[in-house]
Every structure is written in C-alpha cells, then in structure tokens.
C-alpha cells in the first residue's frame, strides 16, 4: 500500500470519528467516583431468619422471616418541645400561685374560704350520697392541687364547724381526711339539741372514747361540741322559743377567751 493510500484512510477515519463526536446526544458524562458518590446508604430490616437479595428497582413482597433492603432515610434534626410559657414565666415552678409568699397565698386562702363556718357531713335531701366522700365537704380550691391542699387545708379545717347526725358517719369521715387533717379540726358537734347539760357532757365523754377506741389519736377531746337546752323549749304566739347552749373541753374554751382578748 502506498503511502498516499494510506494518509487518504487516515483522513476518511479522523472525520468519521469527528462526525460521531458532533451527532452524539448532550449528556454528561459521569466518573466512577461520581456515581459511587450519588449512591444512597442502605439498611436493612432483620427478619428472624436467613437474607434474600433483591433488586434496587421496584418494591417487592417480604417474604415472612427475610432481610429487605431499602434506602436509608436521613434522620431529621430533633424539634425542641414548646412548654407553652412565655420567657418571663416561671419556668421551674408550673404554677404561678405557688409562685406567690406564703403570707400572700395564706391571705388569699382567708378571702376565698371566708363565709362558711358549718360543713355537713350528711347532706340531706337529694345532695345525700351513696357513699360518705369528702368531695362534698371540702371546696373547690382544695382541689386544685396537692400543694394547695396542704396549704388551704391548714386555713380551712381549724375554722369549720362539722355537724354529724351518727357516730360512724363521724368516723368515716375521720378515716377518710388522715391524720394530717384529723389533727387541724376544732369542732366535731352532733347535729342536735340534747335535754340537759348533763346529757352534753356524756355525749361528749362518750364521742371522744369512741374516736379514741378507733385509732384517731390526732383528734384531742377538745374538739368536740354538743349543744343542750337551757331552757326549755316553749310554745309562745305560735312559734317555739327556747335557749340553748355548747359546751366543750375547758382547753379550747380558754384559747377562744385568750383569742378573743388578743
């Protein structure tokens, strides 16, 4: 073969392949690295026996007792929690009431238990329940919560008046407030006028042994108050008039007359 013969191929191939280059379609080119590089990370999900392989494209049934593969999903960054408070409010103490001085809710307590000095400890009528509970002695705002209830407790107890009609209602009741409570009342009285101071003084003497025999040693004989006739009851223009009057343990007789004098 001459060698013009040869530099005439030598041509026809360089523009063959020029032509090749220019017809081919625009799209780039990809390295190895950069297509191991744009693989996703993959994970598995364990299954309590052997692995089958599967393809990337397409879903396929899990079979029961298998090991899938499947693209890993990015976990996305925690979100922190809105409490819902302002950046002024408390944030270690939930209850701004609490947030308050002691005097100052103590105050408040006074103001919000004031006017009431009787509880009933067996409603009549419609309000009677079924069962003794102490959800219709006590108010609301001893409610509220466990800290406020310790606190009112404190105010409301020593202040009531509690007015039984049978002793096991009395000591129901008693079991049902605890110890830290039984310990903060003052006046535990029947809910009737007995005939004669004698028969108050029994009464008396009588309740407390019963409370005592109970187990109720928080509650001192002090407390209880039972009201009699001083004078007999009499029917005059159609009404009944009469005079009665309490009696209790000479303790807080005393404290009342120093209170009183304070």
């Given at each position: 073969?001459s060698?013009a013969?040869k530099?005439?191929?030598?041509k026809?191939?360089?523009?063959?392949a020029?032509?090749?280059?220019?017809n081919?379609p625009?799209?780039p080119m990809?390295?190895k690295?950069?297509?191991?590089?744009?693989r996703?990370?993959?994970?598995y999900?364990?299954?309590?026996?052997?692995v089958?392989?599967s393809s990337?494209?397409g879903?396929g049934?899990?079979?029961?007792?298998t090991l899938?593969?499947s693209?890993?999903?990015?976990?996305?960054?925690?979100?922190?929690r809105?409490?819902?408070?302002?950046?002024?409010s408390?944030?270690?103490?939930?209850?701004?009431?609490?947030?308050?001085?002691?005097?100052?809710?103590?105050?408040?307590y006074?103001y919000?238990?004031?006017?009431t000095?009787?509880?009933?400890l067996?409603?009549a009528?419609?309000?009677?329940?079924?069962?003794l509970?102490?959800g219709?002695?006590?108010?609301a705002i001893?409610?509220v919560?466990?800290?406020?209830r310790l606190?009112?407790?404190q105010?409301?107890y020593?202040?009531m008046?509690?007015?039984?009609?049978h002793?096991?209602t009395?000591?129901?009741?008693?079991?049902?407030i605890?110890?830290s409570?039984?310990?903060?009342?003052r006046?535990?009285?029947?809910?009737?006028?007995?005939q004669?101071?004698?028969?108050?003084?029994?009464?008396?003497?009588?309740?407390?042994?019963?409370?005592?025999?109970?187990?109720f040693?928080?509650v001192?004989?002090?407390?209880?108050?039972?009201a009699?006739?001083?004078?007999?009851p009499?029917a005059?223009g159609?009404?009944?008039e009469?005079?009665?009057?309490?009696?209790?343990g000479e303790?807080?007789?005393?404290?009342e007359i120093?209170a009183?004098?304070?």
């Amino acid at each position: 073969m001459s060698v013009a013969k040869k530099a005439q191929q030598a041509k026809t191939a360089l523009a063959l392949a020029t032509a090749a280059l220019v017809n081919a379609p625009a799209s780039p080119m990809k390295t190895k690295v950069e297509d191991d590089g744009a693989r996703k990370p993959t994970a598995y999900r364990i299954g309590p026996s052997g692995v089958v392989k599967s393809s990337g494209k397409g879903k396929g049934k899990l079979k029961k007792g298998t090991l899938q593969k499947s693209p890993m999903k990015t976990p996305s960054p925690k979100q922190k929690r809105s409490t819902g408070k302002s950046k002024g409010s408390n944030v270690d103490n939930p209850c701004d009431f609490l947030a308050l001085h002691p005097d100052v809710r103590k105050i408040i307590y006074k103001y919000v238990l004031a006017g009431t000095t009787h509880a009933d400890l067996e409603p009549a009528g419609s309000q009677r329940p079924s069962r003794l509970t102490n959800g219709y002695t006590v108010p609301a705002i001893l409610k509220v919560c466990s800290s406020v209830r310790l606190e009112a407790a404190q105010v409301w107890y020593p202040r009531m008046t509690f007015l039984y009609c049978h002793e096991k209602t009395l000591l129901d009741w008693l079991r049902l407030i605890g110890p830290s409570n039984r310990a903060l009342v003052r006046t535990l009285r029947p809910d009737r006028i007995l005939q004669s101071k004698r028969w108050a003084e029994a009464a008396v003497v009588f309740t407390h042994a019963r409370i005592k025999d109970a187990g109720f040693e928080e509650v001192v004989e002090d407390a209880i108050e039972a009201a009699f006739w001083e004078k007999s009851p009499e029917a005059v223009g159609g009404s009944c008039e009469g005079k009665w009057a309490f009696i209790r343990g000479e303790k807080w007789a005393l404290n009342e007359i120093a209170a009183e004098k304070a």
